[in-house]
């Protein structure tokens, strides 16, 4: 990655417009920098828009969902998989007051920014920041009552790896819980198909979605299952995420004025044409398990 403005710009814009070039998720990251869709946080997922009219509010509604489906508390400990810069973390230490939030996350550039908006919060007790991975977590065996990923799972290599990772270091009875991408492939017309195609790669090409990753939700449940999780839930909320988020960025240019020309020309574009089209491919799901508690083992 370059280090300065204008090998940056060009690096930008070969990630952008040519197909071939793909990058390493912490590459994508870097590159990406504090380009948030947000205005005042730094938040970098879709938001969830049931409620809410702006990015800000939508982004900090689905790291609530996300942290109510786990029933996050008092004395509850956390482990937060790909926590970006760290916005989700002192929303939940300040709203659900759990008793130490432990993040990992492998890009170093939005590690230090993560924590040092962590200690601007003061917080710095109660959310221990990491660089580590989801995959090969740096965390005792039967130390956590929750694990969540705010769409980050999507990314790991491989999402089964997380899943075995979680169900090691979560206590019996410790929950998980995920807001993450699927793919969504399911029409019977042949040219729907091809734009649901279409629209998947797109996406995983740009943001490195490794092909093991590539499954529905049927899949999602039985490979939780045979991590050893029961209990599990997975239930689609694209509705609330995709069409509302489209519906948002066409209508309000501030993200669009944040990029740099061609991305802006080709945003304005892609916000020009129908949701059902750009996401054809893509399901947005929250899923929830849990370890069998002592009395459920076998
Ligand atoms: C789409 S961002 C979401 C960030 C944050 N949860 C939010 O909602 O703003 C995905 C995050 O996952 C992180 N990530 C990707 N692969 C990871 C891995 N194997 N382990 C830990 N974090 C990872 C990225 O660095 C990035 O911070």
Same mark, same amino acid.
């Given at each position: 990655m370059s280090d300065n403005a204008a090998g940056r710009f060009f690096e930008f814009l070969n990630w952008l417009l040519n197909p071939y070039h793909g990058l390493q998720t912490t590459e994508v990251y870097d590159l990406i920098g504090t380009t948030s869709l947000t205005e005042h946080r730094l938040y970098l997922n879709l938001g969830y828009w049931r409620d809410v009219g702006t990015i800000d509010d939508a982004s900090e509604a689905l790291a609530l969902l996300v942290a109510k489906r786990g029933g996050m508390g008092a004395g509850d400990v956390v482990l937060d998989c790909g926590y970006g810069f760290g916005d989700q973390d @002192?929303?939940? *230490? !300040?709203?659900? $007051?759990?008793? $130490?939030?432990?993040? %990992?996350? @492998?890009? $170093?550039?939005?590690?230090? !920014?993560? !924590?040092?908006?962590? *200690?601007? *919060?003061? %917080?710095? $007790?109660?959310?221990? %920041? !990491?660089?580590?991975?989801?995959?090969?977590m740096p965390i005792e065996h039967d130390s956590v009552d929750l694990v969540v990923s705010l769409e980050s799972a999507f990314h790991y290599r491989t999402r089964e790896d997380f899943f075995r990772e979680a169900y090691r270091v979560l206590r019996p009875g410790g929950r998980l819980v995920t807001a993450d991408i699927v793919p969504t492939i399911n029409s019977d017309n042949p040219f729907r198909r091809l734009e649901q195609w279409i629209s998947w790669n797109m996406v995983a090409g740009k943001f490195n979605i490794p092909p093991e990753n590539y499954y529905l939700i049927p899949s999602y449940s039985e490979k939780l299952s045979r991590a050893g999780f029961v209990d599990i839930d997975i239930r689609s909320i694209r509705d609330d995420v995709y069409a509302p988020l489209h519906e948002y960025l066409s209508r309000d240019q501030s993200f669009v004025n944040k990029l740099p020309p061609v991305a802006k020309i080709m945003a304005k574009w892609a916000f020009s044409r129908p949701a059902e089209s750009v996401y054809a491919g893509l399901d947005y799901i929250l899923a929830y398990s849990e370890k069998p508690g002592k009395s459920q083992e076998i």
């Open positions: @002192i929303l939940w *230490a !300040r709203d659900m $007051k759990p008793a $130490k939030i432990i993040g %990992l996350n @492998i890009t $170093k550039s939005q590690v230090g !920014r993560a !924590r040092m908006n962590v *200690a601007d *919060a003061g %917080l710095e $007790k109660t959310i221990d %920041l !990491r660089e580590g991975s989801a995959t090969e």
